[in-house]
């Protein structure tokens, strides 16, 4: 049975950071894709990062719109994804989401997630 579960989130001032953390167990050890979604009040959910785990590879992906703020990285040993968010503004204010999947596929579609964690919230003041 796969379960997702994220923490980490909280309160903080414009400018500063937090780390999520998501741990994901019951995925394949060799497939798996594993990903970053947030949700603000009346917005779609929106794909922040995702993190493929293949046989012999590994690969990351980024919301444009994101990248060089916020990175994902994986510790294998303790199956846990991480998403370390920086220079935080208040438009990043959001339920922040973890999802997981046991196939490949567009890693910023809701859609191809089967798993997903209850969420963490993310607030930023001004």
């Known amino acids: 049975q796969v379960q997702v579960e994220e923490s980490g989130g909280g309160s903080v001032q414009a400018g500063g950071s937090l780390r999520l953390s998501c741990v994901v167990s019951g995925v394949s050890a060799n497939s798996n894709l594993v990903a970053w979604f947030r949700q603000a009040p009346g917005k779609e959910r929106e794909g922040v990062a995702a993190f493929w785990t293949g046989f012999n590879y590994q690969n990351t992906y980024y919301n444009d719109a994101l990248k060089g703020r916020f990175t994902i990285s994986k510790d294998n040993g303790k199956s846990t994804v991480y998403l370390q968010m920086g220079s935080l503004q208040p438009e990043d204010a959001a339920m922040y989401y973890c999802?997981?999947?046991?196939?490949?596929?567009?890693?910023?579609?809701?859609?191809?997630?089967?798993?997903w964690g209850q969420g963490t919230q993310v607030t930023v003041s001004s």
């Open positions: 999802a997981a999947s046991n196939y490949a596929g567009p890693w910023h579609k809701p859609e191809s997630y089967r798993y």
